[in-house]
C-alpha cells in the first residue's frame, strides 16, 4: 500500500494553533503547532477504530499510513514564519526584492506562479542543506 500524504493546512490567531486537513474532514489545536498535530492525529486514530469497530469503509492509509505536510500560500508562510525568516534572508534565498515579500506578506499583492515555485525551491534547498548539517 503506497504511502498516502495529507496537505495539512495551517492558522495561527492569538496563540493558538489549528491544523486542518485539506477537505476540512480533520482538524486539530493547540498551543503549539506539535499540540495542534498531535491532536489531529489523535482525531484520525479515532475515527479509524470508530470505523473499524461499527464496519464502515473507509481510506486505509489512514490506519497509520500516512503523512502529513504542511500547506501554504506565500502570504501564510510569511505571517507564519514571522521573526523566524526575514524578508532580507529571503531576497538572498530567493533574489526576490524584500520590498516584494512585505508586499506579499501584507496582502497588496500575490505572486506569480514562477515566483511560488521559485521561494518553494529555495527554501527546499536551504531545508536540504540544513539537514546535512553536523555540528562539532
Given at each position: 500500500?503506497?504511502?498516502?500524504?495529507?496537505?495539512?493546512?495551517?492558522?495561527?490567531?492569538?496563540?493558538?494553533?489549528?491544523?486542518?486537513?485539506?477537505?476540512?474532514?480533520?482538524?486539530?489545536?493547540?498551543?503549539?503547532?506539535?499540540?495542534?498535530?498531535?491532536?489531529?492525529?489523535?482525531?484520525?486514530?479515532?475515527?479509524?477504530?470508530s470505523?473499524?469497530?461499527?464496519?464502515?469503509?473507509?481510506?486505509?492509509?489512514?490506519?497509520?499510513?500516512?503523512?502529513?505536510?504542511?500547506?501554504?500560500?506565500?502570504?501564510?508562510?510569511?505571517?507564519?514564519?514571522?521573526?523566524?525568516?526575514?524578508?532580507?534572508?529571503?531576497?538572498?534565498?530567493?533574489?526576490?526584492?524584500?520590498k516584494?515579500?512585505?508586499?506579499?506578506?501584507?496582502?497588496?499583492?500575490?505572486?506569480?506562479?514562477?515566483?511560488?515555485?521559485?521561494?518553494?525551491?529555495?527554501?527546499?534547498?536551504?531545508?536540504?542543506?540544513?539537514?546535512?548539517?553536523?555540528?562539532i
Amino acid at each position: 500500500m503506497d504511502m498516502k500524504i495529507l496537505l495539512i493546512e495551517i492558522n495561527r490567531t492569538a496563540g493558538k494553533y489549528t491544523v486542518t486537513t485539506e477537505d476540512n474532514f480533520f482538524f486539530g489545536q493547540g498551543d503549539s503547532l506539535e499540540h495542534a498535530r498531535k491532536a489531529l492525529e489523535k482525531q484520525i486514530r479515532l475515527f479509524v477504530r470508530s470505523a473499524k469497530r461499527e464496519g464502515f469503509s473507509y481510506d486505509k492509509n489512514l490506519d497509520g499510513n500516512y503523512e502529513l505536510r504542511y500547506k501554504f500560500d506565500v502570504r501564510r508562510l510569511l505571517l507564519f514564519y514571522e521573526g523566524i525568516i526575514s524578508h532580507t534572508a529571503l531576497e538572498r534565498l530567493t533574489g526576490i526584492n524584500k520590498k516584494q515579500f512585505w508586499s506579499y506578506a501584507n496582502g497588496h499583492s500575490r505572486p506569480r506562479l514562477a515566483q511560488v515555485e521559485k521561494i518553494e525551491n529555495a527554501l527546499h534547498k536551504l531545508g536540504e542543506e540544513l539537514i546535512n548539517i553536523s555540528l562539532i
